[in-house]
């Protein structure tokens, strides 16, 4: 299923110009990192193993580059407490979860 959006994904951003992403494309890189994110906030704050896979997906798959750097930053050291308590807060935002 995800290998099936990320193509839609692949083919939606086609139209648009080298380096730009449309708006359309934004919003639905942002639905599949949400659907691939089944934890609540909290649990990313508070689990270091939890807050490294949801960064794991959230830096291969989400549209903005300063969210792809923090969740870069939690899967390289899952322990460092205020960078997952961002990602959290963003997934919050976001997701809605």
């Not at 193509?7 to 992403?21: P, R």
């Not at 906030?41 to 798959?61: Q, T």
């Not at 960078?83 to 997934?91: I, K, S």
């Given at each position: ?18 380096g ?78």
């Amino acid at each position: 299923m995800l290998a099936g959006a990320l193509a839609a994904l692949a083919v939606s951003a086609g139209g648009v110009g080298c380096g730009q992403i449309s708006e359309e494309t934004r919003k639905a890189s942002l639905d599949v990192v949400c659907a691939e994110i089944d934890v609540d906030p909290g649990e990313i704050a508070e689990n270091p193993e939890r807050a490294r896979l949801v960064a794991l997906i959230v830096r291969d798959l989400a549209p903005e580059e300063n969210i792809r750097d923090l969740a870069d930053q939690v899967a390289k050291d899952p322990n460092a407490v205020n960078p997952r308590a961002q990602l959290a807060e963003w997934v919050d935002e976001k997701c809605g979860q």
